[in-house]
Structures are given as structure tokens and as C-alpha cells.
């Protein structure tokens, strides 16, 4: 399974940006997907995640409202819309593909596969 993000970079806070995830190597819409990401001196958190019908769809309590995850099962990508920006949400974000249909919340657990990151920085 290959993983590769795109769309990460500068931005002034209160800004968007949309990153997006294309896969390959799997059979994308039997698979769950989402979004994590690293501050400098943190740990791996959960951003977003969605299910493999798009019908069910989590977020981080941090970013509910200004972030927005979608996927596009034709084009076998994983999309994050991210609005309002603030300074906090400068990170490395990584994409994932469950290893099922399901995602959840607030867990890495469901993770199979680990995209490269990509580096958004959100300038004050």
C-alpha cells in the first residue's frame, strides 16, 4: 500500500488549506481512511477519519467545524478541506488506510498503512 500526500504549506492563521491523499496498492474503497497529525515535540494525534461509504465521518474535538474529510472512491483519494487555521494546527499530517471498512475516533488502532506526511504551517 502506497500512501502519498499532497498540499501542505504555508499559511497565514485564520487561512485554509486542502491537503489531499491519492492511494494505491489496494483496493481503495473497501477501506476505511483519515487524517493524523504531529506537532514538533508531540505525539501522533487523530484528526479525521472517514468510513469506507463515506457515511460516517469523525473528527478531532479540535478541529470540529473548520476541518472537513471527504473521499472520492473513483479517484482512490482521501481529502482534508482545513478552514480557520490557527497556529496550533501546524503539524505534519499524515494519511492512513484502516485495515478494514471502519474507522473511529481518537485512536490510531484501526491504522494499517502510513502515508509520508506532509508539513502545514500555519504563520500567526
Known amino acids: 500500500v502506497q500512501l502519498q500526500a499532497y498540499g501542505g504549506g504555508l499559511v497565514q492563521a485564520g487561512g485554509s488549506l486542502g491537503l489531499s491523499c491519492a492511494a494505491s496498492g489496494l483496493t481503495f474503497s473497501n477501506y476505511g481512511m483519515g487524517w493524523f497529525r504531529q506537532a514538533p515535540g508531540k505525539e501522533r494525534e487523530f484528526v479525521a477519519a472517514?468510513?469506507?461509504?463515506?457515511?460516517?465521518?469523525y473528527y478531532a474535538d479540535s478541529v470540529k467545524g473548520r476541518f472537513t474529510v471527504r473521499r472520492d472512491n473513483a479517484k482512490n483519494t482521501v481529502y482534508l478541506q482545513m478552514n480557520s487555521l490557527k497556529s496550533e494546527d501546524t503539524a505534519v499530517y499524515y494519511c492512513?488506510?484502516?485495515?478494514?471498512?471502519?474507522?473511529?475516533?481518537?485512536?490510531?488502532?484501526?491504522?494499517?498503512?502510513w502515508g509520508q506526511g506532509t508539513l502545514v504551517t500555519v504563520s500567526s
Open positions: 472517514i468510513s469506507w461509504s463515506a457515511r460516517s465521518t
Open positions: 492512513a488506510a484502516a485495515a478494514t471498512r471502519t474507522v473511529a475516533p481518537d485512536t490510531a488502532s484501526w491504522v494499517k498503512s
